[in-house]
């Protein structure tokens, strides 16, 4: 696959069938996950596979409770707004966010394969993403969809490290969960915001110089 088509169709996808991804295209995105930058080239990282259901069992209410927490705290206010503004374009994207992000929670136990990528001596993230990122795009060279979440992590981390075995004092920390699956649905062009609104040149606020209306690659 072109490495842009990559690039530009790596999105969030969530609803996935429960088939299981052969263990040679798992390694082949572990394999190219481990080829990126960390600072100093400290690889200071662990990624785990979850594929057992009984893991996957034990994971799956702590996954959904921190989901709901999620709803029911940082993103309360913004999700009353959406609901009240339907038709307004933001709040529909995040409402359908919302309803791809529970879909996922409520479906957990049929994702057939997990990755958890844990990092040490490194609290920017900088050096465990671009990893985990790799692995995604290279994923979706394989036809498999990803989803990079962090809630289990960030409400429930110590009991998925415990369930998981990850030895306790040892400076580890679960920076994400990201769950691999074939895709129910399509592959699109990730919308975002325009680059000539959120980059400069030389210095804050000045124009980058060029407007990009439409992305630069397409199928
Ligand atoms: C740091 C980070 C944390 C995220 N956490 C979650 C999460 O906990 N649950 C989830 O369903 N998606 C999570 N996502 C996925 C984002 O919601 C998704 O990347 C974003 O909505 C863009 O989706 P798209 O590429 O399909 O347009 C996370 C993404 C990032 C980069």
Known sequence: MDVREALYTTRAMRRVRPDPIPEAVQARILDAAIRAPSGGNSQSWRFLLIDDPAVKAKLGPLYRDAI????????RDRLDGARSTPEDPDSSSLLRVQASAQHLADHFEDVPLFLV????????????????WSAQLAARAEGVGSALTSVLGIFHGDQAMEILGVPPGKGWTMACLVSFGYPTGRWDVAPRRPVHEVAYRNSWGTAVGFEISEPLWSP
């Open 68 to 75: 709901g927490t999620l709803w029911e705290s940082f993103y």
């Open 117 to 132: 990528a844990f990092t040490r001596g490194d609290p920017s993230g900088g050096s465990i993403f671009p990893a985990v």
